[in-house]
């Protein structure tokens, strides 16, 4: 594989600092379970099927953002988009490889900045069929506590694990509704 360079011109320094300075502390909606969805909006008088309806919207229909949640009353996205955040991490930067590899950088709003890697692969399948697959390398944590000289990651430290919604939606971000392939394969990694 070739190596992915930023665009021309494009300087990682500002788009870090943007990062940072889009810091939110509302709770990423993609990091509750069905039962805490359940219990959130049973504690607003929101009957329990709007919760399940709302996690198949994150976590089945992979919705960016409330609007594409048009399953629920507007009323109800307005109010849940005031107390939580959807997405639970925002695109900095994006490279494209010429054989379809794409690496995202991306921020989430305590400033941390994590790497994310799309890698589409023709691959011989036992029949001798060929077939597309689709590997997601994710980022499990930012930062890196080996401190290895020769790594820019680890040179960073490390600051902390990954939220269980900020994980997954690595993987959304590569499986889209309307993509032509979904992700065959996930591969943790630490910073990237």
């Known amino acids: 594989m ?16 943007q990062a940072e300075d889009e810091r939110s ?3 990423a909606i993609a990091d509750f379970t069905l039962a805490e969805l359940t219990e959130a909006l049973r504690g607003h008088g929101v009957p329990t099927y709007r919760a399940r309806q709302l996690f198949q ?11 594409e949640l048009t399953v629920l009353p507007a ?14 991490l925002t695109v900095r930067a994006e490279q494209h490889s010429t054989d379809g590899t794409v690496k995202l950088l991306l921020a989430a709003p305590d400033g941390q900045t994590i790497e994310t ?38 040179e960073m430290g490390f600051a902390r694990d990954l939220t269980a919604g ?3 939606e690595q993987i959304y971000r590569a499986e889209t509704p309307g993509a032509p392939r979904r992700v065959d394969n996930v591969v943790f990694m630490g910073m990237g």
């Open 25 to 27: 502390t509302a709770p």
């Open 57 to 67: 919207g994150i976590h089945g229909r992979v919705a960016r953002d409330w609007d």
């Open 75 to 88: 009323a109800l996205r307005r109010d849940l988009a005031a107390e939580y955040r959807l997405p639970a």
């Open 166 to 168: 900020e994980i997954v």
């Open 117 to 154: 890697v799309h890698i589409p692969a023709q691959v011989t399948t036992e029949s001798g069929r060929t077939a597309t697959r689709l590997t997601v390398c994710v980022s499990s944590q930012a930062g890196c506590a080996l401190a290895c000289k020769f790594c820019a990651t680890g």
């Open 2 to 17: 070739e190596p992915i360079s930023l665009a021309a011109g494009l300087e990682l320094a500002p788009l870090l600092k």
